[in-house]
Protein backbone atom coordinates (compact mmCIF):
# COMPACT_ATOMS: atom_id res chain seq x y z
CA UNK A 1 0.00 0.00 0.00
CA UNK A 2 2.69 2.68 0.61
CA UNK A 3 4.71 1.68 -2.52
CA UNK A 4 0.90 2.36 -4.68
CA UNK A 5 0.75 5.71 -2.15
CA UNK A 6 4.45 6.91 -2.80
CA UNK A 7 3.84 6.20 -6.65
CA UNK A 8 0.60 7.72 -7.22
CA UNK A 9 1.85 10.93 -5.28
CA UNK A 10 5.16 11.33 -7.78
CA UNK A 11 2.39 10.53 -10.55
CA UNK A 12 0.23 13.72 -9.15
CA UNK A 13 3.42 15.46 -10.05
CA UNK A 14 3.73 14.70 -13.14
CA UNK A 15 0.01 15.03 -14.30
CA UNK A 16 -0.37 18.76 -13.05
CA UNK A 17 2.70 19.39 -16.09
CA UNK A 18 0.61 18.22 -18.48
CA UNK A 19 -1.23 20.13 -20.91
CA UNK A 20 -5.13 19.93 -21.76
CA UNK A 21 -4.25 18.66 -25.32
CA UNK A 22 -2.17 15.77 -23.84
CA UNK A 23 -4.89 15.19 -21.25
CA UNK A 24 -7.29 14.75 -23.85
CA UNK A 25 -5.85 12.85 -26.37
CA UNK A 26 -4.91 9.98 -24.04
CA UNK A 27 -8.39 9.99 -22.52
CA UNK A 28 -9.72 9.47 -26.24
CA UNK A 29 -7.47 6.93 -26.77
CA UNK A 30 -8.28 4.86 -24.03
CA UNK A 31 -12.02 5.42 -24.93
CA UNK A 32 -11.09 3.53 -28.42
CA UNK A 33 -8.88 0.81 -26.70
CA UNK A 34 -12.12 0.02 -24.13
CA UNK A 35 -14.35 -0.77 -27.48
CA UNK A 36 -11.35 -1.95 -29.00
CA UNK A 37 -10.93 -4.61 -26.53
CA UNK A 38 -14.88 -5.61 -25.86
CA UNK A 39 -14.36 -8.99 -25.89
CA UNK A 40 -11.30 -9.59 -23.36
CA UNK A 41 -13.35 -7.23 -21.25
CA UNK A 42 -16.16 -9.76 -21.45
CA UNK A 43 -14.12 -12.66 -20.99
CA UNK A 44 -13.21 -11.39 -17.53
CA UNK A 45 -16.34 -9.94 -16.23
CA UNK A 46 -18.03 -13.45 -17.63
CA UNK A 47 -15.34 -14.61 -14.38
CA UNK A 48 -16.80 -12.25 -12.08
CA UNK A 49 -20.27 -12.94 -13.19
CA UNK A 50 -19.84 -17.03 -12.35
CA UNK A 51 -18.54 -16.14 -9.35
CA UNK A 52 -20.40 -13.81 -8.04
CA UNK A 53 -23.41 -15.94 -9.07
CA UNK A 54 -21.98 -19.01 -7.31
CA UNK A 55 -21.87 -16.61 -3.99
CA UNK A 56 -25.25 -15.75 -3.96
CA UNK A 57 -24.89 -12.05 -5.43
CA UNK A 58 -28.97 -10.98 -6.29
CA UNK A 59 -29.67 -10.42 -9.23
CA UNK A 60 -30.02 -6.88 -8.77
CA UNK A 61 -26.57 -6.45 -7.80
CA UNK A 62 -25.94 -9.39 -10.75
CA UNK A 63 -27.23 -6.49 -12.99
CA UNK A 64 -25.13 -3.90 -11.48
CA UNK A 65 -21.78 -5.96 -12.13
CA UNK A 66 -22.20 -6.78 -15.54
CA UNK A 67 -20.78 -5.72 -18.76
CA UNK A 68 -22.06 -5.74 -21.86
CA UNK A 69 -21.37 -3.97 -25.62
CA UNK A 70 -23.64 -1.41 -24.56
CA UNK A 71 -22.21 -1.04 -21.03
CA UNK A 72 -18.51 -0.74 -22.51
CA UNK A 73 -19.80 1.41 -25.15
CA UNK A 74 -21.42 3.50 -22.27
CA UNK A 75 -17.90 3.62 -20.50
CA UNK A 76 -15.77 4.59 -23.67
CA UNK A 77 -18.69 7.54 -24.56
CA UNK A 78 -17.89 8.89 -20.97
CA UNK A 79 -14.37 8.65 -21.43
CA UNK A 80 -15.39 10.83 -24.80
CA UNK A 81 -17.48 13.41 -22.85
CA UNK A 82 -14.74 13.99 -19.96
CA UNK A 83 -11.80 14.51 -22.91
CA UNK A 84 -14.65 17.35 -24.36
CA UNK A 85 -15.05 19.15 -21.50
CA UNK A 86 -13.15 22.42 -20.51
CA UNK A 87 -10.14 21.54 -18.44
CA UNK A 88 -10.94 22.22 -14.72
CA UNK A 89 -7.14 23.14 -13.85
CA UNK A 90 -5.42 26.26 -13.62
CA UNK A 91 -8.89 28.51 -14.15
CA UNK A 92 -9.41 31.48 -12.36
CA UNK A 93 -11.61 31.73 -9.90
CA UNK A 94 -10.95 35.20 -8.29
CA UNK A 95 -8.75 38.12 -8.87
CA UNK A 96 -8.23 41.08 -6.54
CA UNK A 97 -5.68 43.91 -6.14
CA UNK A 98 -5.28 45.45 -2.31
CA UNK A 99 -4.22 49.04 -1.82
CA UNK A 100 -0.72 48.29 -1.59
CA UNK A 101 -0.74 46.74 -5.17
CA UNK A 102 -0.48 43.13 -4.20
CA UNK A 103 -2.09 41.12 -6.91
CA UNK A 104 -4.01 38.49 -5.79
CA UNK A 105 -5.09 35.19 -7.84
CA UNK A 106 -7.22 32.10 -6.72
CA UNK A 107 -6.55 29.11 -9.03
CA UNK A 108 -8.07 25.85 -9.03
CA UNK A 109 -5.56 23.44 -8.81
CA UNK A 110 -5.70 19.40 -8.84
CA UNK A 111 -6.35 17.67 -5.06
CA UNK A 112 -3.20 15.29 -5.64
CA UNK A 113 -3.58 11.45 -4.96
CA UNK A 114 -7.51 10.11 -4.63
CA UNK A 115 -8.42 6.97 -3.43
CA UNK A 116 -11.48 5.57 -4.75
CA UNK A 117 -13.59 2.57 -2.65
CA UNK A 118 -16.47 1.21 -4.44
CA UNK A 119 -18.70 -2.33 -4.78
CA UNK A 120 -19.80 -4.23 -8.01
CA UNK A 121 -20.06 -1.53 -10.75
CA UNK A 122 -16.87 -2.22 -12.80
CA UNK A 123 -17.90 0.90 -14.90
CA UNK A 124 -16.80 3.32 -12.50
CA UNK A 125 -13.01 2.17 -12.68
CA UNK A 126 -13.53 3.82 -16.42
CA UNK A 127 -15.44 6.88 -14.94
CA UNK A 128 -13.26 7.40 -11.58
CA UNK A 129 -10.30 7.57 -13.56
CA UNK A 130 -10.92 9.35 -16.45
CA UNK A 131 -12.42 12.59 -14.00
CA UNK A 132 -8.85 12.07 -11.81
CA UNK A 133 -7.13 11.98 -14.69
CA UNK A 134 -8.42 15.04 -16.86
CA UNK A 135 -8.62 16.90 -13.26
CA UNK A 136 -4.85 15.87 -12.67
CA UNK A 137 -5.39 13.86 -9.75
CA UNK A 138 -3.52 10.59 -9.12
CA UNK A 139 -6.19 8.10 -8.67
CA UNK A 140 -6.00 4.26 -6.81
CA UNK A 141 -9.36 2.39 -7.28
CA UNK A 142 -10.43 -0.14 -5.16
CA UNK A 143 -13.15 -2.33 -6.12
CA UNK A 144 -15.01 -5.29 -5.24
CA UNK A 145 -13.75 -8.76 -4.95
CA UNK A 146 -16.49 -9.22 -6.93
CA UNK A 147 -15.49 -7.38 -9.76
CA UNK A 148 -11.79 -8.06 -9.61
CA UNK A 149 -11.00 -9.18 -13.26
CA UNK A 150 -12.95 -6.39 -14.53
CA UNK A 151 -11.31 -4.26 -12.49
CA UNK A 152 -8.09 -4.58 -13.58
CA UNK A 153 -8.43 -5.03 -17.17
CA UNK A 154 -9.95 -2.24 -17.88
CA UNK A 155 -7.33 0.00 -15.82
CA UNK A 156 -4.41 -1.71 -17.65
CA UNK A 157 -6.30 -1.44 -21.16
CA UNK A 158 -6.83 2.05 -20.07
CA UNK A 159 -3.19 2.49 -18.87
CA UNK A 160 -1.56 1.23 -21.89
CA UNK A 161 -3.84 3.46 -23.97
CA UNK A 162 -2.26 5.86 -22.12
CA UNK A 163 1.35 5.46 -23.05
CA UNK A 164 1.09 4.52 -26.64
CA UNK A 165 -0.67 8.34 -26.91
CA UNK A 166 1.71 10.26 -24.97
CA UNK A 167 5.28 9.17 -24.33
CA UNK A 168 4.88 11.24 -20.95
CA UNK A 169 2.15 9.44 -19.62
CA UNK A 170 2.90 8.61 -15.90
CA UNK A 171 2.11 5.37 -15.82
CA UNK A 172 1.30 5.47 -12.30
CA UNK A 173 -1.61 7.72 -12.95
CA UNK A 174 -3.99 5.34 -12.60
CA UNK A 175 -3.52 2.05 -10.20
CA UNK A 176 -5.83 -0.54 -8.70
CA UNK A 177 -4.86 -2.31 -5.50
CA UNK A 178 -4.30 -5.87 -6.34
CA UNK A 179 -5.35 -7.22 -3.17
CA UNK A 180 -8.88 -7.85 -1.88
CA UNK A 181 -7.92 -8.12 1.88
CA UNK A 182 -10.21 -5.72 3.69
CA UNK A 183 -6.88 -5.43 5.83
CA UNK A 184 -5.21 -2.92 3.17
CA UNK A 185 -7.57 -0.37 3.12
CA UNK A 186 -6.94 1.34 6.92
CA UNK A 187 -2.94 1.15 5.83
CA UNK A 188 -4.05 2.92 2.73
CA UNK A 189 -5.90 5.82 4.38
CA UNK A 190 -3.65 5.94 7.29
CA UNK A 191 -0.97 7.32 4.76
CA UNK A 192 -1.28 10.76 4.98
CA UNK A 193 1.59 11.79 3.56
CA UNK A 194 0.29 10.58 0.31
CA UNK A 195 -2.82 10.20 -0.01
CA UNK A 196 -5.15 13.67 -0.45
CA UNK A 197 -9.08 11.98 -0.20
CA UNK A 198 -10.98 8.92 -0.46
CA UNK A 199 -14.46 8.74 -1.69
CA UNK A 200 -16.45 5.32 -1.21
CA UNK A 201 -19.25 4.30 -3.28
CA UNK A 202 -21.30 1.35 -2.13
CA UNK A 203 -23.32 0.34 0.62
CA UNK A 204 -23.78 1.83 3.82
CA UNK A 205 -21.89 -0.62 5.62
CA UNK A 206 -18.80 -0.25 3.19
CA UNK A 207 -19.20 3.56 3.48
CA UNK A 208 -19.31 3.75 7.30
CA UNK A 209 -16.28 1.74 7.51
CA UNK A 210 -14.28 3.59 5.32
CA UNK A 211 -15.51 6.70 7.25
CA UNK A 212 -14.53 5.20 10.82
CA UNK A 213 -11.07 4.35 9.97
CA UNK A 214 -9.93 6.87 7.66
CA UNK A 215 -7.45 9.34 8.77
CA UNK A 216 -7.60 11.41 5.29
CA UNK A 217 -10.56 13.21 4.18
CA UNK A 218 -13.48 11.33 3.32
CA UNK A 219 -16.36 12.81 0.50
CA UNK A 220 -19.28 10.33 1.36
CA UNK A 221 -22.76 9.36 0.93
CA UNK A 222 -24.40 6.62 3.17
CA UNK A 223 -27.06 5.32 1.58
CA UNK A 224 -29.72 6.80 -1.00
CA UNK A 225 -33.05 6.72 0.95
CA UNK A 226 -35.08 8.72 -2.02
CA UNK A 227 -38.61 9.85 -2.12
CA UNK A 228 -41.15 10.78 -4.48
CA UNK A 229 -44.13 12.49 -2.83
CA UNK A 230 -47.11 12.86 -5.10
CA UNK A 231 -49.69 15.90 -4.32
CA UNK A 232 -52.69 15.88 -4.36
CA UNK A 233 -52.52 18.04 -7.34
CA UNK A 234 -50.56 15.94 -9.32
CA UNK A 235 -51.20 14.64 -13.42
CA UNK A 236 -51.13 10.84 -12.28
CA UNK A 237 -50.12 10.10 -14.98
CA UNK A 238 -46.95 11.92 -14.72
CA UNK A 239 -46.83 10.73 -11.11
CA UNK A 240 -47.33 7.09 -12.43
CA UNK A 241 -44.71 7.44 -14.50
CA UNK A 242 -42.05 8.95 -12.62
CA UNK A 243 -42.89 6.55 -9.96
CA UNK A 244 -42.15 3.72 -12.07
CA UNK A 245 -38.76 5.00 -13.38
CA UNK A 246 -37.63 6.36 -10.22
CA UNK A 247 -38.10 2.79 -8.46
CA UNK A 248 -37.89 -0.24 -11.84
CA UNK A 249 -35.53 1.04 -14.25
CA UNK A 250 -32.26 0.15 -12.48
CA UNK A 251 -33.43 -0.35 -8.56
CA UNK A 252 -30.03 -1.20 -7.38
CA UNK A 253 -28.40 2.39 -7.63
CA UNK A 254 -28.15 4.97 -5.24
CA UNK A 255 -30.84 7.33 -7.00
CA UNK A 256 -33.37 4.69 -7.50
CA UNK A 257 -36.70 5.58 -4.88
CA UNK A 258 -36.97 3.76 -1.79
CA UNK A 259 -40.39 5.12 -0.66
CA UNK A 260 -43.46 6.30 -2.13
CA UNK A 261 -45.29 9.19 -0.26
CA UNK A 262 -49.29 9.91 -1.77
CA UNK A 263 -51.32 12.87 -0.98
CA UNK A 264 -54.80 11.10 1.02
CA UNK A 265 -56.68 13.19 -1.11
CA UNK A 266 -55.80 11.14 -3.97
CA UNK A 267 -54.51 8.02 -2.72
CA UNK A 268 -57.94 6.17 -3.37
CA UNK A 269 -57.55 6.97 -6.93
CA UNK A 270 -53.92 6.85 -7.27
CA UNK A 271 -52.69 3.87 -4.83
CA UNK A 272 -54.39 0.95 -6.82
CA UNK A 273 -53.36 2.81 -10.64
CA UNK A 274 -49.34 2.84 -9.32
CA UNK A 275 -49.87 -0.55 -7.00
CA UNK A 276 -50.53 -3.00 -10.20
CA UNK A 277 -48.09 -1.44 -12.15
CA UNK A 278 -45.52 -2.31 -9.56
CA UNK A 279 -47.24 -5.53 -9.50
CA UNK A 280 -46.40 -6.38 -13.01
CA UNK A 281 -42.43 -5.70 -12.14
CA UNK A 282 -43.11 -7.77 -9.04
CA UNK A 283 -42.41 -4.68 -6.67
CA UNK A 284 -42.87 -5.87 -3.15
CA UNK A 285 -45.13 -2.84 -1.36
CA UNK A 286 -43.97 -2.30 2.26
CA UNK A 287 -47.13 0.20 3.66
CA UNK A 288 -48.26 2.01 6.21
CA UNK A 289 -51.73 0.98 7.56
CA UNK A 290 -53.34 3.82 5.30
CA UNK A 291 -51.87 2.48 1.89
CA UNK A 292 -52.53 -1.22 3.51
CA UNK A 293 -55.81 -0.81 3.95
CA UNK A 294 -56.54 0.71 0.21
CA UNK A 295 -54.53 -1.81 -1.15
CA UNK A 296 -55.26 -4.98 0.70
CA UNK A 297 -59.36 -4.56 -0.61
CA UNK A 298 -58.05 -5.17 -4.37
CA UNK A 299 -58.87 -8.16 -6.33
CA UNK A 300 -55.09 -7.76 -7.87
CA UNK A 301 -52.16 -10.53 -6.75
CA UNK A 302 -49.69 -8.03 -4.83
CA UNK A 303 -47.04 -8.25 -2.94
CA UNK A 304 -48.20 -6.52 0.24
CA UNK A 305 -46.51 -6.40 3.92
CA UNK A 306 -46.92 -3.67 6.82
CA UNK A 307 -44.26 -1.78 7.06
CA UNK A 308 -42.14 -1.41 9.97
CA UNK A 309 -40.34 1.59 11.34
CA UNK A 310 -36.66 0.20 10.50
CA UNK A 311 -38.05 0.03 6.93
CA UNK A 312 -38.30 4.10 6.10
CA UNK A 313 -34.68 4.42 6.85
CA UNK A 314 -34.18 1.38 4.46
CA UNK A 315 -32.29 1.81 1.19
CA UNK A 316 -33.21 -1.77 -0.33
CA UNK A 317 -31.49 -1.89 -3.45
CA UNK A 318 -34.03 -4.17 -4.53
CA UNK A 319 -37.72 -4.57 -5.98
CA UNK A 320 -38.96 -3.82 -2.48
CA UNK A 321 -40.72 -0.13 -1.86
CA UNK A 322 -42.05 1.37 0.60
CA UNK A 323 -45.38 3.20 0.64
CA UNK A 324 -47.24 5.99 2.92
CA UNK A 325 -50.33 8.34 2.96
CA UNK A 326 -49.56 12.07 3.87
CA UNK A 327 -51.52 15.25 4.40
CA UNK A 328 -50.07 17.10 2.64
CA UNK A 329 -46.55 18.49 1.20
CA UNK A 330 -45.44 20.04 5.07
CA UNK A 331 -46.13 15.97 6.32
CA UNK A 332 -44.26 14.59 3.24
CA UNK A 333 -41.41 17.28 3.88
CA UNK A 334 -41.13 16.28 7.32
CA UNK A 335 -40.87 12.41 6.47
CA UNK A 336 -37.98 13.30 3.92
CA UNK A 337 -35.78 15.06 6.67
CA UNK A 338 -36.60 12.38 9.37
CA UNK A 339 -36.04 8.81 7.32
CA UNK A 340 -34.28 10.58 4.13
CA UNK A 341 -30.44 10.54 3.43
CA UNK A 342 -30.29 14.03 1.93
CA UNK A 343 -29.59 12.68 -1.83
CA UNK A 344 -32.27 12.56 -4.15
CA UNK A 345 -36.25 13.59 -3.28
CA UNK A 346 -38.84 14.89 -5.89
CA UNK A 347 -42.57 15.77 -5.61
CA UNK A 348 -45.22 15.60 -8.37
CA UNK A 349 -47.58 18.31 -8.59
CA UNK A 350 -49.28 21.07 -10.81
CA UNK A 351 -49.11 23.61 -8.21
CA UNK A 352 -46.29 25.97 -8.27
CA UNK A 353 -46.85 27.32 -4.36
CA UNK A 354 -46.31 23.50 -3.23
CA UNK A 355 -43.92 22.48 -5.62
CA UNK A 356 -41.81 25.55 -4.21
CA UNK A 357 -42.45 24.65 -0.48
CA UNK A 358 -41.11 21.22 -1.09
CA UNK A 359 -38.06 22.28 -3.25
CA UNK A 360 -37.13 24.97 -0.17
CA UNK A 361 -37.93 23.15 2.74
CA UNK A 362 -36.62 19.05 1.52
CA UNK A 363 -32.64 19.34 2.75
CA UNK A 364 -31.49 17.33 0.19
CA UNK A 365 -28.09 16.93 -2.18
CA UNK A 366 -30.90 17.49 -5.37
CA UNK A 367 -34.43 17.96 -5.11
CA UNK A 368 -37.08 17.60 -8.33
CA UNK A 369 -40.41 19.26 -9.24
CA UNK A 370 -42.06 16.99 -11.50
CA UNK A 371 -38.76 14.38 -13.02
CA UNK A 372 -37.55 10.92 -11.50
CA UNK A 373 -35.01 10.64 -8.64
CA UNK A 374 -32.82 8.81 -11.04
CA UNK A 375 -31.39 12.19 -12.72
CA UNK A 376 -28.76 12.55 -9.90
CA UNK A 377 -26.34 11.75 -11.85
CA UNK A 378 -23.09 13.05 -13.57
CA UNK A 379 -24.01 12.31 -16.99
CA UNK A 380 -27.34 13.73 -16.96
CA UNK A 381 -26.41 16.68 -15.33
CA UNK A 382 -23.72 17.15 -18.11
CA UNK A 383 -21.19 16.98 -16.25
CA UNK A 384 -19.89 13.84 -18.17
CA UNK A 385 -18.98 10.62 -16.13
CA UNK A 386 -19.36 11.07 -12.65
CA UNK A 387 -17.13 10.10 -9.74
CA UNK A 388 -19.74 9.92 -7.13
CA UNK A 389 -22.65 11.55 -5.44
CA UNK A 390 -21.91 13.82 -2.05
CA UNK A 391 -24.72 14.14 0.68
CA UNK A 392 -22.10 16.19 2.89
CA UNK A 393 -22.46 19.65 3.34
CA UNK A 394 -19.15 20.68 3.61
CA UNK A 395 -17.24 20.87 -0.25
CA UNK A 396 -19.07 19.17 -2.83
CA UNK A 397 -22.66 17.60 -2.65
CA UNK A 398 -24.53 15.67 -5.17
CA UNK A 399 -23.02 14.54 -8.37
CA UNK A 400 -19.29 14.88 -8.40
CA UNK A 401 -17.53 15.69 -11.56
CA UNK A 402 -14.33 17.60 -12.51
CA UNK A 403 -15.03 20.76 -11.34
CA UNK A 404 -15.67 19.00 -7.53
CA UNK A 405 -12.23 17.50 -7.92
CA UNK A 406 -9.79 20.13 -7.84
CA UNK A 407 -8.84 22.28 -5.06
CA UNK A 408 -7.32 25.81 -5.04
CA UNK A 409 -4.59 27.99 -4.18
CA UNK A 410 -3.99 31.85 -4.37
CA UNK A 411 -1.27 33.25 -6.14
CA UNK A 412 0.14 36.62 -4.87
CA UNK A 413 2.03 38.59 -7.63
CA UNK A 414 3.81 41.87 -6.19
CA UNK A 415 6.71 43.94 -7.22
CA UNK A 416 8.78 44.25 -3.40
CA UNK A 417 5.90 44.78 -0.94
CA UNK A 418 6.63 43.85 3.20
CA UNK A 419 3.75 43.82 5.51
CA UNK A 420 4.20 46.72 8.32
Not at 267 to 275: K, N, S
Amino acid sequence: MTQLARQAKAASRELARLSTGEKDACLSAMADALEAHAGPIKEANALDMETAANNGLPPAMLDRLKLDDKRISAMARGLREVAALPDPVGKLLDERVRPNGLKLQKVSTPIGVVVIIYESRPNVTADAASLCFKSGNATILRGGREAMHSNQIIAQTMIEAGKKALSTFPIHAIQVVPVADREAIPILLGLTQYVDLCMPRGGEGLIRAVAECSKVPVIKHYKGVCHVFVDAEADLKMATDIALNAKVQRPAVCNSMETLLVDRKIAGEFLPQIARRLAEKKVELRCDKAALDQLSALPDPLRLKPAAEQDWFTEYNDYILNVRVVDGVKQAVDHINYYGSAHSDSIVTRNESHARQFLGDVDSAAVYWNASTRFTDGGEFGMGAEIGISTDKIGARGPMGLAELTSYKWIGIGDGQVRG
